[in-house]
């Protein structure tokens, strides 16, 4: 957990376990982030996006990116994290549920510019539906899919609660780093799960990212959907050129390749079909949470940072989440793709876990 006066920790930091462990960078297997292990294949660039100043968004990306997300309009940043930092600033400090359990700079950053920050749980639907049916609170976080439990809110819950808070001028911000492996709307707007088409409801702001689905992380393309008014108003508290004119290359490709774009969903259907299964054998007692590109199992807190320190011990790097409860941590792993990398994770962890309980049943 943090608070305004703590830094949110974030996976995929291997430098650091680099240094604390002995082991160098290479010889890693990262399972800390929800990234996609087969990332997007990065296309031939025109020499010109290297040279030129990327004053304006290039615009194969965003009418590639308003096709994708189904919307009229939208703004590009680099990343989505630069929209979680400058939202809370738009207005007067007010009273914003968050859930306890999620990405953690959404609290960090509503609580640094003075807001009433209302934790609701992780997990479920009926605390944040009372905070907002009763007017308990002004605006609202819902991150969707959360990261790391993997619950889901309908799209009537969120049409429910959107209705409720902009009668008063509320926000309802909805974070989908996760939702693209969710549903795939052209083909079936029935599973759809992304407020996308929904964005220009009144209050209304949804994040996505490039990041995730697409394994695209580092070339920090994210984009908030909104209001044109709106987004008018964010656009003034983006840094200027921010976003590479290569960076906004290769994202336009990406969110233009259909094929590439469902072939993906299948394959890490697969892989989290793989690591579910993995976990479920080795953690048979305790409560697993599975989405497309992460899966997260709950443990006692002790033996969970035990875990985490003898797969680290062996060069593979997980995520820990400390529940509000005190007593437990949700240990999140990110998806393997290559074989090798599935059997070396398979057999560390069941010896890590092994240890664990002949330390619980021996005299």
């Known amino acids: 957990m943090s608070d305004a006066k703590t830094n949110p920790a974030h996976g995929g930091d291997i430098q650091s376990a680099s240094q604390r462990f002995g082991i160098v960078p290479e010889q890693w297997l990262d399972c800390s982030t929800g990234i996609n292990p087969d990332a997007y294949p990065i296309p031939d660039i025109p020499e010109k996006y290297f040279y030129q100043l990327p004053t304006h968004p290039l615009e194969i990306l965003i009418s590639a990116a308003k096709k994708y997300y189904q919307v009229g309009h939208l703004l590009l ?7 979680i930092e400058a939202i809370p600033a738009m207005r007067q400090p007010c009273r914003v549920a968050i859930p306890d359990v999620g990405y953690q700079e959404h609290i960090y950053h509503w609580q640094r510019c003075g807001h009433q920050v209302i934790q609701y749980s992780g997990f479920d639907t009926q605390t944040l539906n009372r905070l907002i049916i009763e007017g308990d609170v002004d605006c609202a976080v819902v991150i969707n899919p959360n990261n790391p439990t993997g619950k889901v809110q309908s799209i009537a819950s969120l049409k429910k609660w959107q209705k409720k808070l902009s009668v008063k001028g509320g926000w309802l911000i909805i974070d989908e780093a996760f939702i693209d492996t969710f549903n795939d709307a052209f083909q079936n707007e029935e599973a759809n799960k992304s407020f996308a088409p929904y964005s220009e409801l009144p209050g209304v702001v949804v994040l996505r990212s490039v990041g995730k689905f697409f394994g695209l992380a580092g070339i920090r393309i994210g ?9 008018e108003q964010l656009s003034a508290r983006m840094v200027l050129w921010s ?3 290569v960076s906004q290359y290769v994202a336009a490709c990406a969110l233009a390749d259909r094929s590439w774009q469902q072939l993906a969903r299948l394959r890490l259907l697969n892989h989290s079909q793989w690591m579910l299964s993995l976990l479920d054998s080795v953690f048979p007692q305790q409560k697993i949470y599975s989405t497309a590109l992460f899966v997260s199992v709950k443990v006692d807190k002790t033996m969970a940072a035990a875990i985490a320190e003898a797969l680290a011990k062996g060069g593979i790097l997980i995520r820990q989440w400390p529940l509000p409860d005190g007593e437990n941590t949700l240990l999140r792993f990110g998806l393997l793709s290559a074989k090798d990398d599935r059997d070396r994770l398979a057999i560390l962890l069941r010896q890590a876990v092994n240890a664990e309980y002949d330390l619980l049943v021996s005299p």
């Open 223 to 231: 984009f908030a959907l909104a209001e044109k008014t709106f987004l």
């Open 243 to 245: 976003v590479s004119g």
């Open 77 to 83: 940043a680099a990343g989505s994290q630069p929209l």
